[in-house]
C-alpha cells in the first residue's frame, strides 16, 4: 500500500504552496470527493491530471472568494464552469452593497437632473415653458354651463353718513398737510359714495371754516379740481343749497361762517364749478339772515371783480411756505415798521401768526436785530426788545428759530459794520439786554462777536473815547 501511494506521489508532484494540513472549511472536502471515490477496495486508481489540476484552482478562487465576501458582497460574483469569474446581472441582495452602490437602479443615465431640472419642491416647470389656458372639461362632474362666462368683479358696498364722514374726514384733513388734490382725486375714486358724492365739498367747506386762510384757499382749489373728475357741477351746487342751509349752526362754531360761505361762493363761480344764476336764484326767497349775509358778499365781490378787476382767484391768498420768499421778507418788513410806529405787540403777534410761516420767524428776528443796529435809537432797541419777548413768553417764536435768527447776525456782522460802523457795540448792547430780559440764553449771547482792535483816533473817530469793551 506504502508502494503504490509513493508511485502515486512521484508520478503526480504537488507543488510546495498548494500542500496545506487543514483547509479552511468544509468546501474542500467536496472539491476533493471525486478523488475518495477513486478508491476500491482499499487501493488507489491512477486519476487523469488534468482533472486534480482543475479541481486546485477551483478550490482557490473559492478561498479568495470567501476572504472578500464582506467586502464584495454586492457585487453579484459566480464562477463559470471553466473557473472565470462572472458577474451577475442579478441585483445585489445584500443591505450595505445596496446602501454603497451609487449606480442607477434602473441601470442608465448620465448623472443629470431628474425630469430635466422641472422636478423638485416648488417648481413649476422646467425654464422658459409657458402653460397654456387649461380647457374647460364638460364632462366634468363641477362642470356648470352658467358659470363659464361669468365675470367676477370686486363690490363694495356705498357709504351711509357715518362711515362716510369717518372715511372722508381724515382724507381732507390729510390734503390740507400735503395739498395734493390728485391724491384725493384718487382715494375717492377708490369709494363707493353712492348717494353722499355731493356730500364732499359741504364736508370739505365745513372742515375750512375752522381752519386757517391757507387751507381755504386749498379747498377752493380741490373742488375745482375734483370737479369734472369725481364730482358733477349738480353735486357742487347741491352742497352749496346744504350749507346756506345750515348757516346757524356753522355760525355758533365759526361766527364768520356767512361771509366766509360767500366767498365760498364767489371763488366757486370765478373758477366756473358753480353756475352765474346760483345767486340771482335765492333773490326774495331768502328769509335767513345769515344766508342773505352770504349771498350778499359773493354778489358784492363778483360785481368789484367785473367794475375794479379784483382777483377772485386770489382772495384768499397765498398761504405759508406756498409764496416766494422775497415776498415774505416783505411782509416781515412792513410789519415791523408798523409796529414800530403803532407799539401794539398783540397785533403784531397776529399778523405774524396770520404768515403761517412758523419755519421762517428766523428772518423776522433777523430783520429785528439789523433794524435796531440801524435805527441807533435806544426806543426802538426798547421796542423791539419788548416784542421778543412777548413773542418767546407766548411760544410764537421757538427758541431754535430764535437761535437761528441770532447766529444769522453774528455770521453778517463783517458786512453789516461797513454801512453801520458802530454795528459791534450796538450788537453787544442788544445782546447783553436780552441776556438781562431773558430772551436769550448765556451760551447764546457769549456766541456775540467783538471787535478784533480797539479803534484810534487816527481812523476817523473825531477824537471820541472807546468804550472798554469796545
Request: proline share 4%; net charge negative.
Amino acid at each position: 500500500m506504502a508502494t503504490d501511494c509513493e508511485a502515486w506521489l512521484n508520478a503526480n508532484p504537488v507543488e510546495a504552496g498548494n500542500l496545506s494540513d487543514s483547509f479552511p472549511s468544509g468546501d474542500e472536502d467536496s472539491t476533493f470527493a471525486g478523488n475518495v471515490n477513486n478508491e476500491i477496495n482499499g487501493n488507489w486508481i491512477l486519476a487523469p491530471t488534468g482533472s486534480i489540476h482543475e479541481a486546485r484552482l477551483k478550490a482557490k478562487v473559492k478561498r479568495r472568494l470567501r476572504k472578500n465576501s464582506s467586502r464584495d458582497s454586492g457585487r453579484g460574483d459566480s464562477l463559470s464552469d471553466n473557473g472565470d469569474v462572472v458577474r451577475s446581472t442579478i441585483p445585489p441582495t445584500s443591505p450595505k452593497g445596496k446602501l454603497l452602490n451609487r449606480r442607477s437602479r434602473m441601470g442608465k443615465g448620465r448623472g443629470l437632473p431628474k425630469k430635466g431640472g422641472a422636478g423638485g419642491k416648488g417648481v413649476w416647470g422646467t425654464p422658459g415653458e409657458v402653460y397654456d389656458e387649461d380647457e374647460v372639461d364638460v364632462k366634468d362632474p363641477n362642470y356648470d354651463a352658467e358659470q363659464e362666462n361669468c365675470v367676477y368683479e370686486t363690490v363694495v358696498l356705498p357709504l351711509d353718513e357715518e362711515t362716510f364722514e369717518k372715511t372722508v374726514t381724515p382724507i381732507v384733513q390729510e390734503y390740507f398737510e400735503h395739498g395734493d388734490a390728485n391724491e384725493v382725486a384718487e382715494l375717492l375714486a377708490e369709494l363707493n359714495l353712492g348717494g353722499m358724492r355731493g356730500d364732499v365739498p359741504m364736508l370739505a367747506i365745513s372742515l375750512a371754516l375752522e381752519a386757517k386762510a391757507s387751507h381755504r384757499e386749498l379747498t377752493s382749489r380741490l373742488l375745482s379740481e375734483l370737479c369734472g373728475h369725481v364730482l358733477t357741477a349738480g353735486d357742487v351746487e347741491a352742497s352749496f343749497h346744504k350749507l346756506l342751509k345750515e348757516l346757524p349752526d356753522l355760525v355758533l362754531d365759526t361766527p364768520g361762517a356767512p361771509q366766509l360761505l360767500g366767498q365760498f361762493i364767489a371763488r366757486a363761480v370765478a373758477d366756473n364749478i358753480l353756475s352765474k344764476s346760483f345767486i340771482d336764484g335765492y333773490k326774495g326767497q331768502v328769509d335767513c339772515e345769515y344766508a342773505r349775509a352770504a349771498l350778499d358778499r359773493a354778489a358784492v365781490l363778483l360785481r368789484m371783480s367785473r367794475w375794479t378787476g379784483l382777483r377772485i382767484d386770489s382772495l384768499w391768498g397765498s398761504g405759508g411756505g406756498q409764496r416766494p420768499v422775497n415776498q415774505l421778507i416783505k411782509e416781515v418788513n412792513l410789519l415791523l415798521k408798523e409796529y414800530l410806529l403803532s407799539g401794539d405787540t398783540v397785533e403784531a403777534e397776529r399778523c405774524l401768526r396770520e404768515l403761517e410761516v412758523p419755519h421762517f420767524h428766523h428772518e423776522f428776528v433777523y430783520e429785528a436785530v439789523i433794524m435796531v443796529l440801524e435805527s441807533k435809537g435806544d426806543r426802538t432797541l426798547q421796542i423791539i426788545l419788548q416784542l421778543l419777548k412777548s413773542l418767546c413768553a407766548s411760544t410764537v417764536i421757538t427758541v431754535d428759530q430764535l437761535r437761528r435768527g441770532f447766529e444769522r447776525v453774528y455770521l453778517d456782522m463783517a458786512d453789516i459794520s461797513i454801512d453801520v460802523p458802530c454795528a459791534y457795540s450796538l450788537l453787544e448792547q442788544f445782546v447783553e439786554q436780552s441776556f438781562n430780559a431773558g430772551v436769550i440764553d448765556k451760551k447764546l449771547r457769549d456766541l456775540c462777536p467783538c471787535r478784533g482792535r480797539k479803534r484810534f483816533m487816527s481812523e476817523g473817530d473825531g477824537g471820541r473815547l472807546k468804550l472798554e469793551s469796545y
